[in-house]
């Protein structure tokens, strides 16, 4: 089982929440509110003390719900639907292998995120706003280059597997 599966499954992402999450009003709120909401939330501890934890617990309650409360997108033509589409046969990939020039790159951009995550983390700990910054701009950089490999990666393997084709409509 792959790494993306695991999590897949701690935040239940059934097929239902996948087309869901295709929606792109999903993708894009997604993207660009979980991890700012989650920055501004952890650092509120220094004006609200433990009381921080209800807009932690909100921010962490909303990256679940988002990919639900969106209908499944009229349409997966647009890039952040196939993005998500890609992303669903990459976390499949020990199942229905992808092709070999697509197997490193994502794999870096991970990198390059966890470590943009790292730097987030370190940032929020010693309250050090540029460090915050920077390690959110890794995180988002390589989560976009990431997005894009997987929107490549679905358009090559959209006509391998009959599954994967029907989520293109």
Not at 11 to 29: I, K, Q, R, V, Y
Not at 63 to 83: C, D, V
Not at 115 to 134: Q, R, S
Request: aromatic residues 14%; hydrophobic residues 55%; contains cysteine.
């Amino acid at each position: 089982m792959t790494l993306e599966r695991k999590i897949a499954t701690v935040f239940t992402m059934s097929d239902e929440a996948w087309l869901c999450h295709a929606n792109p009003w999903s993708g894009w709120t997604r993207f660009t509110t979980v991890l700012p909401l989650l920055i501004l939330s952890i650092w509120s501890r220094v004006w609200l003390g433990w009381l921080s934890l209800i807009p932690i617990a909100l921010a962490i309650f909303w990256a679940w719900l988002n990919p639900r409360i969106f209908p499944q997108p009229s349409s997966t033509k647009h890039w952040i639907s196939q993005g998500v589409l890609g992303e669903r046969v990459w976390l499949n990939r020990d199942l229905i292998p992808v092709p070999t020039y697509h197997q490193h790159v994502p794999n870096i951009l991970s990198a390059v995120a966890a470590i943009g995550g790292i730097l987030v983390i370190v940032g929020l700990v010693v309250l050090n706003i540029w460090l915050t910054v920077l390690g959110f701009t890794l995180v988002t950089l390589g989560k976009l280059w990431f997005v894009d490999r997987m929107v490549w990666l679905y358009n090559d393997m959209k006509d391998v597997n009959a599954e994967y084709q029907s989520w293109l409509y």
